[in-house]
């Protein structure tokens, strides 16, 4: 049962990732999914590969204590993916991305780092909620994983700066379905800029917060 469902999820994975890509979400061998395993272990797509060209067979496997097990060896960035599943026990997946208007927001000066898009949308309130900024780390320093850590107990998603999104969810689906709301509001917000606006009222986030808990 356990080697069917997790077929079943690299075939997920690939699909899913083959969307983004072809939807211009993600561009080159930039952007990385994963997923919780049942025995605790994760699958993680490969470094250097092209979410738009997966092949389900050689997605990483990592063991329960995120060591590479087998398919081909993990993104780069999987320090970015233990960081926050350590916080989040309940999160199933999580989806990495460069995509291109949330990096956009995360280069912006006048942006709040404890808030980076305002309230505009139900959905946005819905699958992403508030968004703080990860100030700017190198690429692979362990540092930006300790950072996202600190962050990702209160947070099912963070903004890395000049770099991008990371969201978890309770499913794949869920965390893929959020990111792309994000990468939306993100759009609809550079749209929006210097217009100042209406978005929700406090009152009506915390009504939707209280009533469609994320995970
Ligand atoms: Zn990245």
New binding site residues.
């Given amino acids: 049962m356990r080697g069917h469902d997790e077929t079943r999820l690299r075939e997920r994975i690939a699909t899913l990732g083959q969307s983004l890509f072809d939807r211009g979400l993600t561009m080159g061998s930039?952007g990385n999914i994963s997923v919780r395993l049942e025995d605790g272990g994760w699958l993680m797509t490969p470094t250097n590969a092209c979410l738009g060209r997966l092949d389900p067979s050689r997605i990483a496997r990592l063991d329960r204590d995120g060591r590479w097990q087998g398919g081909d060896k993990p993104t780069k960035?999987h320090f970015l993916h233990m960081a926050m599943y350590a916080e989040r026990p309940r999160s199933e997946a999580i989806v990495?991305l460069?995509s291109t208007h949330s990096v956009a927001v995360s280069c912006l000066p006048d942006i709040d780092p404890c808030d980076c898009i305002p309230p505009l949308t139900a959905y946005y309130v819905m699958r992403v909620g508030r968004l703080p900024l990860v100030p700017y780390h190198l690429?692979g320093d362990p540092a930006l994983g300790d950072a996202v850590r600190g962050l990702a107990g209160r947070h099912s998603a963070v903004l890395?700066a000049n770099?991008?999104p990371v969201v978890a969810g309770k499913s794949l689906e869920a965390a893929v379905y959020a990111t792309e709301e994000l990468e939306e509001t993100a759009k609809l917000y550079l749209l929006l800029h210097g217009r100042n606006p209406r978005a929700l009222t406090p009152e009506q986030v915390a009504e939707l917060e209280a009533r469609f808990p994320r995970d």
């Fill in positions: 930039s960035e990495h460069h690429p890395l770099h991008g």
